[in-house]
Nanobody
Framework: QVQLVESGGGLVQAGGSLRLSCRTSGINFKIHRMNWYRQAAGKQRDLVATISSDGSTNYTDSVKGRFTISRDNARNTVYLQMNTLKPEDTADYYC?????????WGRGTQVTVSS
């Protein structure tokens, strides 16, 4: 059974930082590309950052230079370090993986950035 559990969200002032974690189970974590998405109220869910099995990363333009995705294969965990947070980063953040052609999501963690 594939499980993804996010944690680390919260309320922070603009300019602050948060570190999100996504602990996984049920997959061979080290071979999978892992993704972070976010969904603001009333908007679609958008891809924020990805990290491949070889450690290569990609980011949506709005977070480049502020967010860092990383992974710890020994802990089956992917992280999203978010710095210099802005009110427009406010959203629910979701961890995602594609396994055997199916998409798996965590339940999300809420990030609120106050101005």
């Amino acid at each position: 059974q594939v499980q993804l559990v996010e944690s680390g969200g919260g309320l922070v002032q603009a300019g602050g930082s948060l570190r999100l974690s996504c602990r996984t189970s049920g997959i061979n974590f080290k071979i999978h590309r892992m993704n972070w998405y976010r969904q603001a109220a009333g908007k679609q869910r958008d891809l924020v950052a990805t990290i491949s099995s070889d450690g290569s990363t990609n980011y949506t333009d709005s977070v480049k230079g502020r967010f860092t995705i990383s992974r710890d294969n020994a802990r089956n965990t992917v992280y999203l370090q978010m710095n210099t947070l802005k009110p427009e980063d406010t959203a629910d953040y979701y961890c995602h993986v594609t396994w055997k052609s199916s998409n798996f999501w965590g339940r999300g963690t809420q990030v609120t950035v106050s101005s």
